[in-house]
């Protein structure tokens, strides 16, 4: 049931953030904590996942300039991130989150 419950929280947060971002599929699970800053409420785009050969994953800088950007968070949007943070951290990686975790990973921290 745990596992039921922050699953449906990561989906909440998976698409509250796609909603009011405007990220691509691609940016948002390559988004890794590093790259939101809860003290100035912004949230850069620094890469993206994608699949080559044998529909392996890399990561990626995004194909052009412009792609790479930093987005101003809500106040909504940075609470429900923080939130997501502090569940994260509470129930699935004790003592392994770091600023370098991906913000949505599955249970064995690889991107979804």
């Given at each position: 049931q745990c596992a039921e419950q922050n699953s449906?929280?990561?989906l909440s947060t998976i698409f509250h953030t796609l909603a009011f971002t405007?990220?691509?599929k691609s940016e948002l699970m390559a988004l890794r904590w590093k790259d939101i800053d809860?003290?100035?409420g912004i949230l850069s785009v620094n890469q993206?996942?994608?699949y080559?050969?044998?529909n392996l994953m890399k990561f990626q800088t995004p194909k052009t300039q412009k792609s790479m950007r930093t987005i101003s968070l809500?106040?909504?949007?940075l609470n429900v991130l923080k939130s997501w943070k502090i569940e994260k951290k509470k129930l699935i990686f004790p003592?392994?989150?770091?600023e370098d975790c991906l913000v949505f990973t599955n249970s064995d921290g690889s991107p979804h």
């Amino acid at each position: 049931q745990c596992a039921e419950q922050n699953s449906e929280k990561e989906l909440s947060t998976i698409f509250h953030t796609l909603a009011f971002t405007g990220l691509r599929k691609s940016e948002l699970m390559a988004l890794r904590w590093k790259d939101i800053d809860i003290q100035k409420g912004i949230l850069s785009v620094n890469q993206t996942i994608v699949y080559g050969e044998n529909n392996l994953m890399k990561f990626q800088t995004p194909k052009t300039q412009k792609s790479m950007r930093t987005i101003s968070l809500d106040y909504k949007t940075l609470n429900v991130l923080k939130s997501w943070k502090i569940e994260k951290k509470k129930l699935i990686f004790p003592n392994k989150l770091n600023e370098d975790c991906l913000v949505f990973t599955n249970s064995d921290g690889s991107p979804h």
